[in-house]
């Protein structure tokens, strides 16, 4: 199954991936964490990527393009993948295009999942991740056990930098910029599901779930 997630910061998309990824065994690939990881092991891409994603800008696309075509070569992620965060440029989304043709491959599935500014700026001011093992929660929606603690690994939960409320502000900006415009590239396509993505997450998912077809959800 080749998926894309599309929708703006803090739609739920890294949520519903982690989902697909737990129950129907497809690789979630997200470049946020990939880039997360370059940055704290202050790799060469890392050094680059931070000083734009501390702004909550793009990273350019052809450092992301050469980052995707690596990563969607590996072995366990070459045929099927959910992509969050990835495209998210119409120069992107013709990169993995090309890419996917050489392999006489196409996407199946691109869902947009929607959700309004007003509850995008309370899940992402609320929003912790596990230092480790990387599973969200939610102080409000989804918190852990014991507070700041993850309850599956016991290591600490931190806010990303990403979410303070004027980058969160300056990220919507650069998603209707840059990123909306692929609704229209997707949908003349006929690749284009939308998902109302205003309810629980177990609600979500089982509009995920019925949009790609599977039995069961
Ligand atoms: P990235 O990490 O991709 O961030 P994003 O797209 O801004 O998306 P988020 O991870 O913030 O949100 P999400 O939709 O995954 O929501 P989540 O499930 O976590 O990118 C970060 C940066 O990296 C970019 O700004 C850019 O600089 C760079 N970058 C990445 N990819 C790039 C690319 N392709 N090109 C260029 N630059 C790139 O949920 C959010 C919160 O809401 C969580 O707390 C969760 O628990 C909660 N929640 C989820 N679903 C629900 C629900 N249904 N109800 C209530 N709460 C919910």
Do not use: W
Request: hydrophobic letters at 35%.
């Amino acid at each position: 199954m080749r998926v894309v997630l599309l929708g703006p910061p803090g739609a739920g998309k890294g949520t519903q991936a982690k989902l697909l990824e737990g129950q129907l065994g497809v690789p979630h690939v997200s470049t946020g964490d990939i880039l997360r990881k370059a940055v704290s092991d202050k790799s060469p891409i890392g050094k680059k990527a931070a000083q734009y994603m501390d702004k909550g800008k793009l990273v350019p696309d052809n450092l992301i393009l050469e980052l995707m075509g690596k990563q969607l070569s590996r072995e366990n992620c070459r045929d099927d993948f959910v992509l969050d965060g990835f495209p998210r440029t119409i120069p992107q989304a013709s990169g993995l295009e090309e890419l996917l043709k050489k392999r006489g491959l196409q996407l199946e599935h691109v869902l947009f999942i929607q959700v309004p500014l007003d509850a995008i700026i309370r899940r992402l001011a609320g929003r912790r991740t596990c230092r480790n093992c990387g599973k969200l929660y939610h102080l409000v929606f989804d918190p852990p056990s014991r507070e700041g603690i993850c309850d599956g690994c016991h290591n600490d939960l931190y806010q990303r930098k990403d979410d303070k409320k004027e980058t969160i502000a300056a990220r919507h900006d650069v998603y209707q910029a840059q990123t909306a415009p692929l609704v229209d590239y997707y949908r003349e396509r006929g690749l284009l599901q939308e998902i109302d993505g205003q309810a629980n997450v177990e609600e979500i998912k089982g509009r995920i779930f019925q949009a790609l077809g599977v039995v069961g959800a």
